[in-house]
T-cell receptor
Framework: GAGVSQSPRYKVAKRGQDVALRCDPI?????LFWYQQALGQGPEFLTY????????KSGLPSDRFFAERPEGSVSTLKIQRTQQEDSAVYLC??????????????FGAGTRLSVL | QQQVKQSPQSLIVQKGGISIINCAYE??????FPWYQQFPGKGPALLIA?????SEKKEGRFTISFNKSAKQFSLHIMDSQPGDSATYFC???????????FGEGTQLTVNP
């Protein structure tokens, strides 16, 4: 009955380090989304999974960003060689169905990444 | 690169007053227009949504007005309460009906 869970809640990385952010979606949810929210801005789409298939990764800002969902449940967003501009809150959302207007996305609380 | 323009950036309202937030979109292919509410340290949560085949939808104190010809939609919060103080985002649904595009957000403060 829990909502979308993200860990860690806060991550501090030195520039150049690799980081991995985890998302546990609501049990049984088919779709999973990653968004990036810069300070004072709206979330921006990064990537979308339907079960284990990554159907849209057009929002990933560079090839340093990589996401996976190997078993169709838990997902990991990996950022290699972090840069200061990667500092943001990374939000994960899941939804019950494959898509469509009534497919409500439920968001986790996010992981706040600070790159020093 | 925002395809959804939201205003105002911030809004201060007295308790009991009406809060109005506006959004304008560009892509006529959008077919779902939700509003999200976000409290500090939390993820966005769906507040209310509308399809373009209706001009207004009301849920309790929250109303969406939709103007398809002007490509604009707005959120009205009646009898605003201090507990409504949060950041509000309009959004549109695009692509295969899965990718949300958010506005820049409006920080609402309701004074007691």
């Amino acid at each position: 009955g829990a909502g979308v869970s993200q860990s860690p809640r806060y991550k501090v990385a030195k520039r150049g380090q690799d980081v991995a952010l985890r998302c546990d979606p609501i049990s049984g949810h088919v779709s999973l989304f990653w968004y990036q929210q810069a300070l004072g801005q709206g979330p921006e789409f990064l990537t979308y999974f339907q079960n284990e298939a990554q159907l849209d990764k057009s929002g990933l800002p560079s090839d340093r960003f990589f996401a996976e969902r190997p078993e169709g449940s838990v997902s990991t967003l990996k950022i290699q060689r972090t840069q200061q501009e990667d500092s943001a809150v990374y939000l994960c959302a899941s939804s019950l169905r494959r898509g469509g207007a009534k497919n409500i996305q439920y968001f986790g609380a996010g992981t706040r990444l600070s790159v020093l | 690169q925002q395809q959804v323009k939201q205003s105002p950036q911030s809004l201060i309202v007295q308790k009991g007053g009406i809060s109005i937030i506006n959004c304008a979109y560009e892509n006529t292919a959008f077919d779902y227009f939700p509003w999200y509410q976000q409290f500090p340290g939390k993820g966005p949560a769906l507040l209310i949504a509308i399809r373009p085949d209706v001009s207004e939808k009301k849920e309790g104190r929250f109303t969406i007005s939709f103007n398809k010809s002007a490509k604009q939609f707005s959120l009205h919060i009646m009898d605003s309460q201090p507990g409504d103080s949060a950041t509000y985002f309009c959004a549109t649904l695009s692509g295969s009906g899965s990718r949300l595009t958010f506005g820049e957000g409006t920080q609402l403060t309701v004074n007691p």
